[in-house]
């Protein structure tokens, strides 16, 4: 069981090395007993493998006979350890009726020579002083655990990936000589043997316009393997860009993916009949482990993807529970053409690049099958989350779409009420439509016990740790997220965006950095670096720099917030009136709103008032249309404050503060203060503004980016003409000469 001569296996904050049987904390070794040590030995040499309490018996113990009562009290020892708590476990998991699995991030690299500090032999305790000296150790620099949104949720498999990405970015950008990166060990991921990749299917039909058909199956086999416990399933996104032909090389996609086996394919339909041909390959050995070809009728279909999903199983040897047997064999439908439409509808909105369109045409494709069978609750599951995502896409249908959604995700929910892809339907309903973030859990909750390899389910809960300011939570559901989505360019980019939210500009410039690795077009990456050579080093130059590599269309709000930083108001003013569009995206603004703060920057407050009067009626009317949407009050106070309506500005952004309070949402909370402290210094109220920017330097939040001049950072304070007002107060002055104050994560059950 000992692992190899001379290699160290890397978690959190741990090091264990196999060799010197020792497990440590930063610098500080971690005392064990034998036993405890080869029971966390083995489940880290199988991590994110569900291991038979027997099996482990058996390998901590192999030549006793011992009761089940001692393996548990060694996991509950290294619970203590890692500072966990009942329902807050970011590294060992309960599996109900089955045993345990280490999940957190695993990295193995060679051991140095001299790389640990010296211990000596008093460093194993014995068993009758190993509960004490645990305790204390347990209480060292660990945030506070608590009751979670699921034991699962808080894995960090994906922590190598961004520290691996994190190297790879200092190897390029620090100071460091040559000599000391070179020190840096080298490091490989441990690839579980129970982990597969469905790669696209090719598309053998006649008809091309079944290429969305074929892409569902492709998704629906996916699905279906993503729900097994034992397995480790990549995500959709991360296979997309994987197109079947003769140049794909597998085992170049297995390591880039990070899994041991690959299933490719291919579907021809003609008629009512359906071909589908696949082959199961281990990528260590380019060993074909299985391969099926499955002539049936159309109406057949589900039940070659339910075949194949149990040939894959047995064939990686992945024991499934009753319950997974059961919902493996339970058909969605009994009407053939209602699951074709299904399956065409799943291609169509998970398809690389989909568009609007795409989203519209797929929730149209659900409802047609739920038309042909109104049981079918996976059909109205589906079109749910389109209706949820489609209501913050198309601002006008907002409250039509929020509500469509609701009535869908409960009728699939009546329909089968153990469904998970029915719960987390609720569950985006009730975090992005009604904010009720804890009932939101639940369902994703029970949707992720259904499906525990869905990325989807660990994004939103990261987004809701956020809003509840459990910092630490959002960021491990993210890594979680992209463990098993490892090349979804929108997750990398979200990830990022949440580390700079944090203030933690290194972790955010690796997630960029990474997502620039995947796709070195991906424009939302590259204007994040951008920001980040303003807040990091006050060089909004170099930022423009970064954004030249980008269509001018793309990043036209980025480019003029990067001029008006460097206080070139001509060529900001040249980058609005170079642009066709009277209405900005990404903030939802009207053109004259930025046309006004460009001319009231440089002096020219006659034409910047005859610009916010024009902007005026706009913002004000989509305060009437969503009164109880904050960011309108907020926008709409900001634009009052430019025109200097003192008491409108106040009210407007105080009663943003009032619908979104930290206390409710701690990240948009923290943002709509920093909109308040923004509002204070532009109409005469220097010491309420700066009480707010003194709190809110340390706190995560108050932060998004290019484009948003309420952002609370140390080098936009110094750079943004806004706050010029201050300059000459002691207070604001005391500030700028500082350095940035640590941003402070709240302790949060």
């Not at 045409?361 to 749910?384: G, I, T, V, W």
Request: net charge negative; aromatic share 8%.
């Amino acid at each position: 069981m000992n692992g190899p001569p001379g290699h160290v296996y890397e978690f959190g904050d741990f090091h264990l090395d196999a060799e010197k049987r020792l497990l440590w904390r930063g610098d500080a070794p971690v005392p064990l007993t034998p036993r405890v040590f080869e029971t966390l030995l083995y489940m880290v040499e199988h991590h994110d493998t569900v291991l038979d309490k027997e099996r482990l018996m058996e390998a901590v113990w192999p030549d006793s006979i011992v009761e089940e009562n001692n393996l548990t009290q060694n996991v509950s020892t290294l619970r203590r350890v890692f500072g966990e708590t009942p329902g807050s476990h970011r590294f060992i998991v309960t599996v109900p009726g089955r045993g345990y699995r280490f999940v957190a991030g695993v990295t193995l690299r060679e051991a140095e020579a001299d790389l640990e500090p010296h211990i000596t032999e008093t460093a194993i305790e014995s068993a009758e002083t190993e509960t004490e000296r645990v305790a204390s150790v347990s209480q060292l620099d660990h945030p506070v655990a608590s009751r979670s949104f699921r034991p699962i949720l808080l894995a960090t498999a994906a922590v190598l990936a961004l520290s691996v990405a994190a190297i790879f970015f200092w190897r390029g950008r620090t100071q460091n000589p040559p000599d000391t990166v070179a020190k840096i060990p080298s490091a490989r991921i441990v690839i579980p043997q129970k982990s597969i990749a469905v790669l696209p299917f090719a598309n053998l039909s006649a008809d091309k316009e079944n290429a969305f058909f074929t892409e569902g199956v492709q998704d629906d086999i996916l699905t279906a393997l993503a729900k097994f416990a034992y397995l480790k399933v990549i995500s959709r996104t991360s296979v997309a860009s994987y197109v079947a032909g003769p140049h794909r090389n597998l085992r170049e996609i297995g390591q880039e993916l990070g899994v041991a086996n690959v299933l490719e394919g291919s579907v021809r339909r003609a008629g009512g009949k359906v071909r589908v041909t696949v082959q199961l390959i281990e990528m260590r050995t380019n060993t074909h482990l299985w391969a099926e070809t499955y002539d049936r009728d159309l109406a057949d279909v589900f039940a070659i993807q339910s075949d194949i999903a149990q040939q894959i199983a047995a064939a990686l040897e992945a024991k499934l529970a009753p319950e997974e047997k059961a919902r493996l064999d339970a058909r969605p439908t009994t009407n053939s053409e209602a699951y074709v439409l299904y399956l065409t509808g799943l291609g169509r909105k998970k398809a690389a690049n989909s568009s609007t369109e795409d989203a519209l045409a797929a929730e149209q494709l659900y409802m047609q099958a739920a038309a042909l069978d109104p049981k079918f609750a996976l059909a109205y599951a589906q079109a749910s989350v389109i209706n949820s995502e489609l209501s913050s896409m198309i601002p006008a249908e907002h409250r039509a779409r929020k509500e469509k959604a609701r009535a869908q995700a409960e009728e699939a929910l009546r329909l089968s009420p153990t469904s998970g892809e029915a719960h987390m339907a609720l569950g985006v309903c009730l975090y992005w439509g009604d904010k009720q973030y804890d009932a939101a859990l639940k369902e994703f909750e029970v949707a992720a016990a259904t499906s525990p390899n869905n990325a989807e389910i660990y994004n939103y809960v990261a987004g809701i740790y956020r809003r509840q300011g459990r910092w630490r939570k959002s960021v491990a559901s993210f890594e979680r997220a992209l463990s098993l989505d490892p090349r979804n360019l929108g997750m990398a980019f979200k990830a990022g965006n949440n580390y700079l939210f944090m203030r933690d500009w290194p972790a955010a410039t690796a997630c960029f950095d990474r997502g620039l690795e995947i796709a070195p077009d991906f424009a939302a990456p590259k204007i994040g670096l951008a920001y980040l050579e303003v807040v990091r080093n006050g060089n909004p130059a170099a930022g423009s720099k970064i954004l030249q590599t980008i269509p001018a269309g793309i990043c036209r709000e980025a480019r003029w917030d990067l001029a008006m930083l460097e206080r070139d108001y001509a060529a900001a003013e040249k980058i609005l009136t170079d642009s066709p569009l009277e209405d900005f995206s990404w903030e939802d603004a009207p053109k004259t709103y930025y046309q006004g703060r460009t001319a009231l920057a440089r002096g020219d407050n006659e034409l910047a008032q005859r610009y916010f009067a024009a902007a005026r009626s706009i913002s004000e009317k989509r305060v009437r249309d969503d009164p109880d949407v904050a960011e309108r009050h907020a926008q709409l106070g900001l634009l009052y404050a430019y025109m200097q309506r003192k008491e409108d500005s106040i009210r407007e952004s105080r009663r943003a503060i009032e619908l979104e309070p930290e206390s409710q949402d701690a990240f948009h909370g923290a943002f709509t203060a920093g909109n308040l402290a923004l509002v204070y210094a532009l109409v005469g109220e220097p010491d309420q503004a700066i009480t707010l920017i003194e709190r809110l330097l340390s706190t995560p939040g108050p932060v998004q980016g290019l484009r948003f001049p309420q952002n609370i950072t140390l080098a936009e304070l110094r750079l943004r003409w806004e706050w010029d007002s201050l300059r000459s107060n002691p207070r604001f002055q005391k500030i700028l000469a500082a350095p940035e104050p640590k941003t402070i994560l709240p302790v949060k059950l």
